[in-house]
């Protein structure tokens, strides 16, 4: 079953979904960057935990794991770039993500890993303000989670 | 195209190690310019790597990632081979750039 078809089924009166089907008919985007695009848009829009595993396709909360780690400073210098190690220790993690419950939108980032990766990735991210930020790491079907606080004196979306 | 990105690659022999520094100001949309007006989203919100033909990294990014991103991944290889980093911003500019493990 192709997953393309079964969610244009569903997303079917979207206006949004139906030019991303024309552009591939076009040739001007492939079907592949199309369906990146409509990811993009619904997990990124999302400002809700529920509304964030709905937009990735999860049926269950994530679960509490002390395999999941975040490292990051308690108290960044600013909160334009906060350092963040986004880790998992479970085999088979495919995926890494990181969410800032006070930003305006959740999701920071979402970065998927082939087999061979390591599940072990760096970034630096911006933090509005003071928040519990999140790690997500999905291994098998499951979503695992870790939560830490980081505190932010100087706020980084251009408040 | 996009500006030149850093890319250093280096591997312990059983892993290679990537740290990309990309140039870009990853606007959010919700930033006030000096006239007072709301400054255009313009951000990175696609970043993939690949390794001797394989596709080792698949990001999606969205504005809250830091200006000029920082990023470090690791995966399984040895010294020798080329990594090949891309990234696209939502006007759908581009840069590639790549790195020889060493």
Not at chain 1, 30 to 55: G, H, L, P, R, V
Request: proline share 5%; glycine share 10%.
């Amino acid at each position: 079953m192709n997953p393309l078809m079964t969610r244009r089924d569903v997303l079917a009166a979207s206006g949004k979904l139906a030019l991303l089907g024309a552009m591939v008919n076009a040739g001007l985007i492939t079907a592949a960057q199309a369906a990146d695009a409509e990811w993009n848009e619904a997990a990124f829009e999302a400002t809700t935990m529920e509304e964030f595993i709905k937009a990735i396709g999860a049926s269950d909360m994530p679960v509490e794991s002390t395999e999941v780690r975040l490292e990051a400073p308690d108290i960044p210098e600013s909160g334009a770039t906060v350092p963040v190690t986004l880790i998992c220790g479970l085999p088979g993690t495919t995926a890494l993500g990181i969410l800032v419950d006070k930003n305006p939108n959740l999701l920071a980032a979402w970065c998927e890993l082939p087999e061979g990766t390591e599940a072990n990735v760096s970034l630096r991210i911006k933090m509005n303000e003071t928040s519990d930020v999140r790690v997500l790491a999905r291994a098998g079907d499951t979503l695992y989670m870790t939560s830490k606080e980081i505190k932010v004196t100087l706020g980084g979306c251009g408040g | 195209m996009g500006s030149p990105m850093r890319i250093r690659a280096a591997s312990d022999g059983e892993m290679i190690e990537v740290k990309v520094l990309m140039r870009h100001e990853m606007e959010t949309g919700r930033r006030k310019g000096p006239d007072g007006e709301l400054v255009p989203a313009l951000y990175i919100n696609a970043v993939t790597a690949d390794y001797e033909g394989k596709r080792v990294f698949n990001g999606h990014w969205g504005p809250a990632v830091s200006k000029n991103p920082f990023l470090s991944f690791r995966f399984k290889g040895a010294a020798g081979g080329k990594v090949t980093v891309t990234w696209t911003d939502i006007s759908g500019d581009t840069r590639t750039d790549e790195a020889t493990v060493s």
